[in-house]
């Protein structure tokens, strides 16, 4: 992570260099749901105005009303789209009136294990002092990032049942643990760490999937000896994220720790509404962007949706997609309308997404 650009990932290890030396660059965009198409509406204005070579491909009509009418998520045309482009941004999906989880995982975690998204990229540096929970100022510099693993784990959706409807019934959900997944999000953890890694894992009380996490992550101290690592079981991360968050840099850990966890870094950092980010694949270097929030059913249609966790997903996209100038001016903008308060009420602010966005915009500086 750089100076300005908290929307820098730190030195991101890729292989693919294609998007790279080429000036134009197709994004699909998923507004979703809720205040999903509130917040990338003011993202892809904010974009467009930058003036950055990038076309957009916009999949509005992937939503829950769409999958409540016809059953279908995303179809395997609207797949052809997406693998057409260079990367995803995505809104939020879910909304009450759906209340099949076949709907967030047709199209969420269809994307992430279509693309192989591997790494669950959550960066989360505090935007200002006024914001933090945390009444000591010591423990305020909060600059650290949640490495999720993003396609196995409790979300692969193995699973099933027995004695269906009846008093004895039985679901079982399976969780998965692949040395090949662990290895990888390890790496990418490692590597993308400037001094410090900690695991965080219940090996204490999850016997196989933890020994092989707890295998693996000995393995890899080997392969990067610069860095530090600690350990810290799921329940005592978060208490110490509370009680001190200075005291973490990079935290790599299973798909459901890392999904509560990276929602409890958010609300440190200043609240869940301006947290961003980066669902990877390093080989492949396609990548989808999305805020950590979702669809807030209860905030929709207001205009008072924060769309700072949007415009810092689409800062992570900059970066990635080789538009590092521009990332870092949207990440020293958005740091600047929050130290003026212009701010979303959840932020403790009176702004709308509108004035909020605005502000971005007036205080864009670069090129
Ligand atoms: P949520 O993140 O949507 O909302 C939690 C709380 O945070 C709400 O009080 C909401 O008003 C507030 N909040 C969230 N984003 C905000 C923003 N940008 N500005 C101001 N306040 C904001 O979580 P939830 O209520 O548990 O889930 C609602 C729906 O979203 C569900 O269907 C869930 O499955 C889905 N979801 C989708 C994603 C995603 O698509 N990436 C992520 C999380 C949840
Ligand atoms: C997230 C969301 C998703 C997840 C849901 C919508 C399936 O909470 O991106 O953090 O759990 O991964
Ligand atoms: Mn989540």
Redesign the pocket.
Known sequence: MTGAGHTTIRSMPTRSENIQGTLSAAVAVLP?????PE?IEHTLETLREMELGLDFDVLDQVS?HRYLRTGEAITDAEIDRIRACSAVL???????V?RN?DY?RG??LRLRAEFDLYVNYRPVRLLHDRLSPLRDPRHRSIDLAVVRENTEGLYAGVGGGLRARTSQEVAVDTEITTAYGVRRVLDFAFSSARRRVCLVDKANAVPFGGALWQRLWHEAQARYPHITVSHEYVDAAAMKLVADPTYFEVIVTNNSYG?ILS?LTAQLAG????AG?ANLNPETGFSLY??????????AGKG???????LLSAGLMLERLHRGGAARALAQAVRSVVGDGIC????GGTCS?REVAEGVRARLLWG
């Not at 609240?271 to 301006?274: I, P």
């Not at 008072?304 to 949007?310: D, E, F, S, W, Y």
């Open positions: 979703g749901d809720g205040i999903g917040v829950a995505l809104g939020a999906v879910g909304d009450p759906v989880p967030a199209v969420l999904d929602d609240g869940l509404g301006a980010s999305e805020p950590v929030h979702g669809s807030a059913p209860d905030i008072v949706a924060n769309p700072i966790g949007a979303t009420p959840d932020l997404t």
